[in-house]
C-alpha cells in the first residue's frame, strides 16, 4: 500500500521519458491519479478515528553498515498530508496542460518525481529516509523552477537550493547527534558494532532522555533546517523569488505541500525529540511566527505583482500554522494541522487562478490588471472564494483554522498566562492579539488584491490590448487574441477569455473541498486526532512532570527497537526538572551523559 | 646496544645539554653535544625554508629544498649517533639517493623550462593565475 | 626479510609491467608500443587479485596498529588505478603519434610514452607501498615514490607551457613538502630511537605513561603532518594545487587528485596511529592536544578555504582543485575523530569514514575528470591540430543535450560530490559526520556541514550549465568529444558507482580496513590527553594482551635493506 502510494509516480516518471510526446499527459495523469484513487479508497474504508491500521509500515534493510533502513508508516497526520499531495498531484498535471508545451518529458517527469518524494516525506519513518526524501524535493523543484520559470528564474532556483540545503544540513547534524545519543543510552553500552537506528520512533525516546542543554542544541539545529523550508521570518526570503518564478504547477507544488514538509518535520521531529527545547523556546518561536505573520502582511501591502502578494501571504499564512503549533495545546495543534491542509488548498488553488490569468495576459502586475470580473466572471468567482478562504471568512476552510490557531495561542497559558485553566506552551493573549492584528492585515491586502484585480472599471495589459481588437471586450476578445497573438507564445493562443473547462474541472473539486472543510471539518479532525492528542500529552507530561517523558507519540514503532527496553537510569529523571532553569546542572548532566 | 629500558628515562627527559653519546669519546669532541647538531640543522632548515621563500631563481630555490634535505640528514645522523644505533644513518643514504634523484628530475625541469623562456626567473611563469 | 617481501607482490607486480613498459614504449612498431597501456591494465588487475586474495601481512608482521590497512589501500589502488588507466589511455604522445602517422621517422628520444606508463605504475606502486608502511624509512620512500613520478607526469601530459610550469611548480612545492615531513621524520626517530613504527608507537605510550610526549617528539609530529598535508593538499601547504590542477592535462588532474591525497592520507594515518586516540576511548577524540589543535586548525581551514575560493572561480579545473581542498578538510575531520579499538563500525570508526570517502571521491572524481577529459575545444575557423581543453564554466553549457551520456555523467558526478542524497557522495559523508559526532567534534561536524552547503553553489552551477542551459551555438568556438572511447567509458563507470555502487562491499571493506588495534594493546590512561570532555575510562572491550616483547635492536633498519 505504501509503496504503491510511493512508485507509482516514480514508475509513472520512469515511463514518461520513453513515451511519444502526445502520450506523455496522459502517463503523468494516470501516475498521479492512482496514488489519489488509492487514498481515497483507503479514507474511506479505514476507520482513521481508532488509528493508523496495522502492519501497512515497511521496513527493508538499506545501507545496513550505516543503521540506515528503509522504513515507512503512516498515522493520521501523514495520511492527511499525503491525502492532500496526492489531491494536488493530478490538478497540477491538468494545470499544466496548456502553460508547459516545451520540453514536456523533463517537466512532467519531474514533476511525477516531485510527488513520490514528496509523499515519500510524509510516510519515512526513519529520519535519514526522511532527510534523503526532505533533500531529493530540492532537485525536482529546482529543475522545475529553472527550466520552466519565468525570467529570473536561475537565480530564484539557486537560492531557494541553498536556503534549503544549508539548513537541512544543519538538521542532518542534529540528527546524527541524536542517533549517537541513542547508542550511548544504557542497555546499550556503546559496543562499537553497528547499534546506530535512526528509526525515527527510537529517537524520539532516545531525544526525550537528552539534558535540556543537549535538547536545546538538537532542537536548533533540527529547526535551522525546518524553519527555513517553512519559512519562518527571517529565513523566508527565498520563498517569494521562488514563488515568483517557479510555473504554475511549481508554485501550487511549492504553497502545497513543500512548505508543509517543514512544519510537518516540526511536529513529528523537532518537538517529539526535543520537548523540553520546544517547550522552553516556544515563546521565541513564536515571537517569529507572529513577526512573519505581521511583516509578511505588510509587504503583502505594498506588492503590485500579484503572485508576489500571495507568496508572501504564504510567509504570513505559515505563521500562523507554527504560532498554533508552539501553542502546545488541542486546539492550537489541530489548527495548525488544519491550516497545513487548509493553506495547501486555498493558496494552491489561488496560485492556479493567478497563473490561469497569466496564461492570457502575460502579466501579473496589479497596475495594469482591474474589473477583471467583467471579463471573466467564472474565474472572478474561483478568484474570489479562494481569497476568502485565505482570508478565513467564517464558512471558508480557512476560519477553521486560522480561528483554532489563535484560539490555542490564547489559551496557551504556561508562566505568562492568568488563565487558571490554560495549558500548552508559554504563549497567551499576547500572542493571540498580536496574531489577530495579523488577521486583519491578511484581510486587508487580500481583499484589496481583490479589489484592484477583479473589480472596478476593465482594465487590461496595454499590449494585450492592442493585439486584440483595439477595446474589444467580451467573450468575442478571445479569438482575437488568439489571432493576433503571433507563434511567439503559441501556447496561449487557444485560450478563450474566461475559463475552459479544463480550468474549471481543475478548480471545482478545491473549491469544494475549501467550502465542505469549512463547514464541516470533522473527518478532517477526527484524522488527525490522535497524533495531536499525543503531542499534547507529550507536552503536557513534559512540563508538569519534567522528570519522565512518556513514549514517543505516533508512529508505528518498528518491533525492534533498543532503546524501548532500555531503563531511564541513564539520565537521571529528577536532573530534568530542574535543568532548564539551572544551568550548572545542565551541564553537568551533559557531561553525565557524555561517560 | 643499549636495552630499550636502558634507554626510557633518558628518552622522556632528552637532556639536550647532555653529550652526544655515552660511551668514551676523543676529549676534543666532548664539548660539542647533541644540541650542537641540532641547532646546526635547524638553522639550515630555517635558512633552506626562508631562501625558499624569498629567491625566485629556479636553481637557488632547489638548493635551498636540498638544503633542508640535508638538515634533516645532520639531524639523523646525530641522533644515530645518540641513541648509538643505525637506522638513522641507513635512513640518511636513503636521503641522498631520493635528493639525487630529485635533482636530477629538477635540472631536468629547469632546463625545459629555461628553453622555453630563456630565464631562470620563477616570475617570468605566469601563465597559471586565478 | 624474505617473508616480508612475500606481503609486496602486488608492488612487483607493478614494478615488472613498469619496467616492461618502459621498454616496450621504445620500440618503433606502433603495434607493440601500444602494449603499454593493456600491459599496464593486466598488472592492475593482477596485483588487485593478489592484494584482495591473502594478505599474509597480519601474520608476518606482528604488532601493528592498522592491520588491514594495507590490504584495503592496495585493493583500492588497483581499483581506481584501473580507472585512472582509462582516463590516460591515448595521453601519451598523441600529437607525437599523429605526426608519425603522417610520415614522420620514429624517434626513441622523442617518444614519452612508455615513461607516461611507468611512471603512472611507479606512482601507484608507491601508493600501494605507501599503504604497507610499517618504518619512518618506508614511508618516506613511498610518499616521495608517489610524489616523484607525478611531477614528470605532469610536465609530459601536454605541451603547452602551462603544463610545464604547473610542472615547476608542483615539484617545487613538493620538495618543500617533503623536506618538512623529512625533518618531522629525523624529529621522531631522535626522540624515540627508532624508526620502526609499532616501537614507535610503545615508545610514545611509555612517554605517555611517563607524564606526556617529549617535546621533540611533538615537535616532530607536527612537523610531519604539516609536511604530509602538502600532499592531501591541505592549507598550509595547498597553494599550488588550483595552478598544477589546471596546468596539467584532465587525465592526469584526475590522477593528482587521488593518488597523492590517497598516500597522504595513509601516511597520517599511520603517523597518527603511532600517538593512538585517546589510547581508543570510545567517546573522546584524544590525539596529543596539541597535535588535535593543529589538525583541528588546519581542518577547519582547509574546509573553508576550499569552498570559499572555489566559489570565486570560473575555471571548472579550478573549482575542481579548489574543492579537492575542501574534501581533504571533510576527511581531515574522520581522521580527527579515529578509530574504535577493535572492528569498529563505520559510523564510529573515523578511519572507516575516510577510507571509505577516499574510494567515493576517487570514484566521483573520475567521473568529472573524464568528463573534461572526453572534450575538448576548437576555436572556428582553426586548423584541426589546434585544440584547447575545455576550461571554462560556459563550455559546458547545454552538455546534456550536445553529448547526453558526458552530460549526465557530468550532472551527476558532481550531484555526487555535492553529497546530495541518495547518490554515493551522500552515504559516504554521513560516516564522517557520525563518528565525528562520535568523537565530540561537534564544532568540526558544524563547519562540514556548513561547507558542504556553501560547496552546493559551485557543484549546482555547473551541474545546472550542463544540464539546464541551451548549447551556445553562436560562441567561436565548438566543443567536441575528442574520440577516445575509453574517456567516456571511465566516466560512464564511474557514474554508474556514484549511483548504484553496492554500499555494502565496499563499506564493509573499509571498515575491515579501518581495523584499529591498540598501539601497546593495553590502554594506558594518558594524563596529559587534552579534553575537559575525556570519559572516565570505562574499561574497553580491549584486550589485555601482554606488552609486546621488548625487541632492543632496531627492526626496522634492516627491513628495507
Known amino acids: 500500500m505504501l509503496l504503491t502510494l510511493l512508485f507509482t509516480p516514480l514508475l509513472a516518471a520512469l515511463l514518461v521519458p520513453l513515451m511519444p510526446k502526445h502520450a506523455v499527459r496522459q502517463v503523468a495523469l494516470v501516475g498521479t491519479l492512482v496514488p489519489l484513487a488509492l487514498v481515497i479508497f483507503w479514507l474511506c474504508t479505514h476507520n482513521w478515528f481508532v488509528g493508523p491500521p496495522q502492519g501497512v509500515g515497511v521496513d527493508a534493510a538499506w545501507v545496513e553498515q550505516l543503521g540506515i533502513r528503509f522504513t515507512l508508516g503512516i498515522d493520521g497526520l501523514s495520511m492527511a498530508l499525503v491525502t492532500l499531495t496526492a489531491f494536488l498531484g493530478p490538478i497540477c498535471v491538468l494545470a499544466s496542460y496548456s502553460a508547459i508545451t516545451t520540453r514536456i518529458r523533463t517537466y512532467y517527469g519531474w514533476l511525477l518525481v516531485l510527488q513520490a518524494v514528496m509523499t515519500g516525506v510524509f510516510l519515512a519513518r526513519d529520519a535519514i529516509l526522511f532527510y534523503v526524501m526532505f533533500e531529493f524535493t530540492l532537485v525536482p523543484m529546482f529543475v522545475l523552477i529553472s527550466l520552466f520559470g519565468s525570467t529570473n528564474r536561475k537565480a530564484a532556483a539557486i537560492k531557494f537550493f541553498l536556503y534549503t540545503f544549508t539548513g537541512s544540513v544543519l538538521a542532518l547534524a542534529g540528527i546524527v547527534y541524536l542517533a549517537w545519543f541513542n547508542t550511548q543510552l544504557p542497555g546499550k553500552l556503546f559496543d562499537g558494532s553497528g547499534s546506530w537506528t535512526f528509526n525515527v520512533a527510537a529517537l524520539v525516546n532516545a531525544g526525550q532522555k537528552m539534558s535540556a542543554v543537549q535538547q536545546t542544541w538538537v532542537f536548533f539545529a533540527l529547526m535551522a533546517g525546518f524553519a527555513v523550508k517553512v519559512p519562518l521570518f527571517p529565513l523566508h526570503t527565498w520563498l517569494p523569488l521562488a514563488h515568483t518564478e517557479a510555473p504554475t504547477a511549481g508554485s501550487v507544488v511549492l504553497a502545497g505541500v513543500l512548505l508543509k514538509l517543514g512544519t510537518f518535520a516540526m511536529l513529528t521531529l523537532a518537538i517529539p525529540m526535543a520537548p523540553i527545547a520546544a517547550i522552553t523556546y516556544a515563546p521565541a518561536i513564536a515571537v517569529l511566527a507572529i513577526i512573519g505573520c505581521i511583516y509578511g502582511g ?17 510567509v504570513a499564512h505559515l505563521g500562523f500554522c507554527v504560532l ?47 474589473g477583471l470580473a467583467i471579463k471573466m466572471p467564472i474565474w472572478a468567482s474561483f478568484f474570489v472564494l479562494f481569497t476568502m478562504a485565505s482570508v478565513g471568512l467564517p464558512g471558508t476552510n480557512g476560519f477553521v483554522s486560522e480561528f483554532l490557531c489563535v484560539l490555542g495561542a490564547f489559551q496557551a497559558g504556561g508562566n505568562l498566562g492568568a488563565f487558571a485553566g490554560s495549558t500548552g506552551g508559554n504563549l497567551g493573549p499576547f500572542f493571540a492579539f498580536a496574531a489577530g492584528t495579523g488577521m486583519i492585515i491578511g484581510a486587508i491586502y487580500l481583499l484589496y488584491m481583490l479589489g484592484r484585480v477583479c473589480f472596478g472599471p476593465l482594465k487590461e495589459p496595454l499590449g494585450h490590448a492592442d493585439h486584440g481588437h483595439g ?29 475552459t473547462g479544463r480550468e474549471i474541472g481543475i478548480l471545482v473539486p478545491i473549491a469544494v473541498a475549501c467550502i465542505f472543510f469549512g463547514v464541516y471539518p470533522k473527518p478532517l479532525m477526527q484524522l488527525i486526532d490522535k497524533p495531536v492528542m499525543n503531542t499534547v500529552q507529550l507536552v503536557e507530561s513534559t512540563r508538569k512532570e519534567m522528570p519522565a517523558p512518556k513514549a514517543a507519540p505516533s508512529a508505528p514503532a518498528t518491533p ?31 557531561q553525565e551523559s557524555h561517560s | 646496544m643499549n636495552s630499550l629500558s636502558h634507554m626510557l628515562p633518558m628518552l622522556t627527559s632528552l637532556d639536550l645539554s647532555s653529550t652526544l653519546a655515552q660511551g668514551p669519546l676523543p676529549a676534543a669532541m666532548s664539548t660539542i653535544t647533541l644540541y650542537h647538531y641540532l641547532f646546526t640543522s635547524a638553522a639550515l632548515f630555517c635558512i633552506g625554508l626562508i631562501g625558499f621563500l624569498t629567491r625566485r631563481n629556479l636553481i637557488i630555490m632547489f638548493l635551498c629544498t636540498e638544503m633542508m634535505f640535508q638538515a634533516a640528514g645532520i639531524a639523523l645522523i646525530a641522533f644515530s649517533r645518540f641513541h648509538l644505533n643505525h637506522t638513522g644513518e641507513t635512513f640518511v643514504i636513503f636521503i641522498l639517493t631520493v635528493a639525487a634523484a630529485e635533482a636530477a628530475l629538477a635540472l631536468a625541469l629547469v632546463v625545459l623550462l629555461f628553453r622555453r623562456k630563456e630565464s631562470l626567473d620563477a616570475s617570468v611563469w605566469t601563465e597559471l593565475k586565478g | ?31 607493440i608500443r601500444r602494449l603499454c597501456a593493456p600491459i599496464a591494465a593486466a598488472a592492475l588487475v593482477i596485483a588487485g587479485l593478489l592484494a584482495y586474495g591473502d594478505d599474509p601481512r597480519a601474520a608476518t608482521v606482528p604488532n601493528l596498529a592498522l592491520p588491514h590497512l594495507a590490504q584495503y589501500g592496495k585493493v583500492i589502488t588497483a581499483a581506481i588505478g584501473l580507472l585512472l588507466l582509462l582516463l590516460c589511455v591515448g595521453l601519451p604522445d598523441r600529437d607525437y603519434e599523429a605526426k608519425l602517422a603522417r610520415g614522420g621517422v620514429f624517434d626513441a628520444l622523442r617518444n614519452t610514452r612508455g615513461e607516461f606508463y611507468a611512471f603512472f605504475l611507479f606512482s601507484l606502486t608507491g601508493l600501494m607501498l605507501c599503504a604497507g608502511a610499517d618504518d619512518l624509512i618506508w614511508l618516506f ?59 614507535i608507537a610503545e615508545i610514545f605510550q611509555a612517554q605517555y605513561a611517563a607524564g606526556g610526549l617529549s617535546g621533540i617528539a611533538v615537535a616532530g609530529l607536527v612537523l610531519s603532518v604539516i609536511g604530509v598535508c602538502f600532499k592531501i593538499a591541505a592549507v598550509p601547504m595547498h597553494f599550488y594545487t588550483a595552478d598544477v590542477y589546471q596546468g596539467a592535462h584532465a587525465s592526469v588532474t584526475a590522477f593528482l587528485a587521488f593518488v597523492p591525497k590517497t598516500a597522504g592520507f595513509f601516511a597520517l594515518m599511520l603517523l597518527l596511529a603511532t600517538v593512538g586516540w585517546a589510547s581508543g576511548e570510545a567517546t573522546t577524540s584524544g590525539l ?39 574534501h581533504s578538510g571533510y576527511m581531515l575531520v574522520g581522521l580527527i575523530a579515529g578509530p574504535v579499538v577493535g572492528d569498529g563500525s563505520l559510523q564510529s570508526s573515523g578511519l572507516a569514514a575516510v577510507l571509505f570517502y577516499l574510494v567515493a571521491y576517487g570514484v566521483t572524481n573520475v567521473g568529472v575528470f573524464a568528463v573534461l577529459a572526453s572534450l575538448e575545444k576548437r576555436k572556428a575557423g582553426a586548423a584541426a591540430e589546434t585544440t584547447d581543453e575545455v576550461d571554462s564554466i560556459s563550455d559546458f553549457r547545454g552538455l546534456c543535450s550536445t553529448s547526453p551520456l558526458l552530460g549526465w555523467t557530468l550532472v551527476i558526478s558532481c550531484v555526487g560530490l555535492l553529497g546530495l542524497p541518495p547518490l554515493l557522495g551522500f552515504f559516504s559523508k554521513m560516516p564522517l559526520l557520525t563518528s565525528g559526532i562520535r568523537a565530540g ?7 562540514l556541514v556548513i561547507n558542504s552547503a556553501i560547496a552546493a553553489y559551485y557543484y549546482l552551477r555547473i551541474a545546472s550549465t550542463a544540464l539546464l542551459e541551451s548549447p551556445d551555438l553562436a560562441s567561436s568556438s565548438t566543443v567536441r568529444p575528442v574520440g577516445i572511447p575509453t574517456r567516456p567509458i571511465a566516466g560512464l563507470a564511474a557514474a554508474a558507482c556514484v549511483v548504484a555502487l553496492s554500499l555494502y562491499t565496499i563499506t564493509d571493506f573499509a571498515r575491515f580496513g579501518a581495523k584499529y588495534d591498540l598501539p601497546h594493546k593495553q590502554v594506558i590512561p594518558a594524563p596529559s590527553a587534552p579534553s575537559a570532555k575525556e570519559a572516565p575510562a570505562k574499561s574497553p572491550s580491549a584486550p589485555s594482551a601482554p606488552a609486546a616483547q621488548p625487541q632492543a635492536n632496531v627492526p626496522g633498519a634492516t627491513t628495507t635493506n
Not at chain 1, 333 to 341: A, D, F, K, R, T
Not at chain 3, 12 to 24: D, G, H, P, Q, Y
Request: aromatic fraction near 8%; hydrophobic fraction near 50%; glycine fraction near 8%.
Open chain 3, 441 to 447: 567534534e561537534y564544532g568540526l561536524v558544524v563547519v
Open chain 3, 288 to 326: 596529543p592536544q596539541p597535535l588535535h589543535t593543529i589538525l583541528w586548525i588546519i581542518a577547519v581551514l582547509t574546509m573553508t578555504a576550499g569552498n570559499v575560493l572555489a566559489v570565486l572561480q570560473n575555471s571548472v579545473k579550478r573549482i575542481f582543485a579548489y574543492s579537492s581542498i575542501a
Open chain 3, 1 to 31: 626479510m624474505i617473508e616480508k617481501l612475500s606481503t609486496l607482490w602486488p608492488e612487483i607486480t607493478l614494478l615488472i609491467a613498469a619496467t616492461l613498459s618502459m621498454i616496450l614504449g621504445v620500440s618503433p612498431s606502433l603495434a
Open chain 1, 324 to 370: 498554533g503549533m508552539f501553542s502546545f495545546n488541542a486546539a492550537g495543534l489541530q489548527g495548525s494541522v488544519l491550516y497545513m491542509i487548509n493553506h495547501g488548498l486555498s493558496t494552491g488553488a489561488l496560485f492556479l487562478c493567478i497563473g490561469m490569468m497569466y496564461e492570457r495576459y502575460h502579466t501579473r502586475n496589479m497596475a495594469e490588471l482591474g
Open chain 1, 560 to 590: 525492534a527497537t533498543p532503546a524501548k527496553t532500555s531503563t531511564p537510569a541513564h539520565t537521571d529523571p529528577a536532573k530534568h526538572a530542574e535543568v532548564p532553569s539551572a544551568p550548572a546542572a545542565a551541564a553537568a548532566a551533559v
Open chain 3, 141 to 199: 620512500l613511498a610518499l616521495e615514490l608517489v610524489s616523484l613520478p607525478t611531477y614528470i607526469m605532469v610536465a609530459i601530459s601536454t605541451s603547452r607551457n602551462r603544463s610545464m610550469e604547473a610542472a615547476v611548480k608542483y615539484f617545487f612545492l613538493g620538495a618543500l613538502g617533503a623536506a618538512t615531513f623529512l625533518y618531522g621524520f629525523a624529529l621522531i626517530y631522535g626522540a624515540t630511537g627508532t624508526t620502526y613504527l609499532p616501537k
Open chain 1, 471 to 499: 477595446s474589444s471586450h467580451g467573450a468575442a476578445h478571445g479569438s482575437g487574441h488568439a489571432a493576433a497573438h503571433g507563434s511567439d507564445d503559441d501556447h496561449a493562443q487557444h485560450l478563450p477569455a474566461d475559463l
Open chain 1, 298 to 314: 505588510l509587504i503583502c501591502w505594498v506588492q503590485t505583482d500579484v503572485k508576489k502578494l500571495v507568496a508572501y501571504s504564504s
